[in-house]
Each structure stands twice: as structure tokens, then as C-alpha cells.
């Protein structure tokens, strides 16, 4: 079992940063990706970023590319979501994921096992 813990959620206005944390803990030796999906209400979740635990490859979604920049520390077994330049269509709940899948990369959820319980990002006009 995985455990994951997000942090670092709040209100900005747009234009503004923030920087997600997620901590790991229990068995993580074989999550090969972890990964950042959001969730707007009413909307389906959607995959942000991920990093493969193995050589960092990076992969993110349209959306937030040039925006958005995923890492990990593996001596604090932390993943970190850094998002500049947020903007309204940014708000919702952004969740921590982790995939024993080789398919992690492709921001899926369903290749994800394991999912922390989310910290909400809001971002004003």
C-alpha cells in the first residue's frame, strides 16, 4: 500500500503561484509514475502532470504546459507540482496519484493505484 499526502493548496489570483506537495509513504518501491490529475465540479478528472520515478521523464498536459512544472525528491520521497501563471480555468481540486503502470506517462487515471484526498486550488479573476 501507497499512502499519499497533498499540501500546499490555497487561493491566488490569476497570474499568481502556488507549489503542491505530495508526500509518499508505505510500499513506493514500485510506483514507476506519480502523478497530478484536477477534478473541476461537474467536470471529469483530468491528468495534469506525472514524472517517471525511474529516469524523470516529464509529461503534462496541453493545458498547462510552459505553466506547470512537476519534480520529485527522492531522499523526501516528495513530488511537487510548481503552476505559475495560474488562471481561473485552473480551479479545482488537485489530487496526488501513484501508477505501477509502464503507462503512467499518459496522464490517465485508470493506470493510476493509488490517490491521496486532494487539496483545493482556487484562482480568481
Known amino acids: 500500500q501507497v499512502q499519499l499526502v497533498e499540501s500546499g493548496g490555497g487561493s491566488v489570483q490569476a497570474g499568481g503561484s502556488l507549489r503542491l506537495s505530495c508526500v509518499a509513504s508505505?510500499?513506493?518501491?514500485?510506483?514507476?509514475?506519480m502523478g497530478w490529475f484536477r477534478q473541476a465540479p461537474g467536470k471529469e478528472r483530468e491528468g495534469v502532470a506525472a514524472?517517471?520515478?525511474?529516469?524523470?521523464?516529464?509529461y503534462y498536459a496541453d493545458s498547462v504546459k510552459g505553466r506547470f512544472t512537476i519534480s520529485q525528491d527522492n531522499a523526501k520521497n516528495t513530488v511537487y507540482l510548481q503552476m505559475n501563471s495560474l488562471k481561473p480555468e485552473d480551479t479545482a481540486m488537485y489530487y496526488c496519484?501513484?501508477?505501477?503502470?509502464?503507462?503512467?506517462?499518459?496522464?490517465?487515471?485508470?493506470?493510476?493505484?493509488?490517490w491521496g484526498q486532494g487539496t483545493q486550488v482556487t484562482v480568481s479573476s
Open positions: 496519484a501513484a501508477s505501477i503502470s509502464p503507462a503512467g506517462w499518459n496522464l490517465w487515471s485508470h493506470n493510476y493505484n493509488y
Open positions: 508505505g510500499y513506493t518501491y514500485n510506483s514507476r509514475y
Open positions: 514524472i517517471s520515478t525511474g529516469d524523470t521523464s516529464k
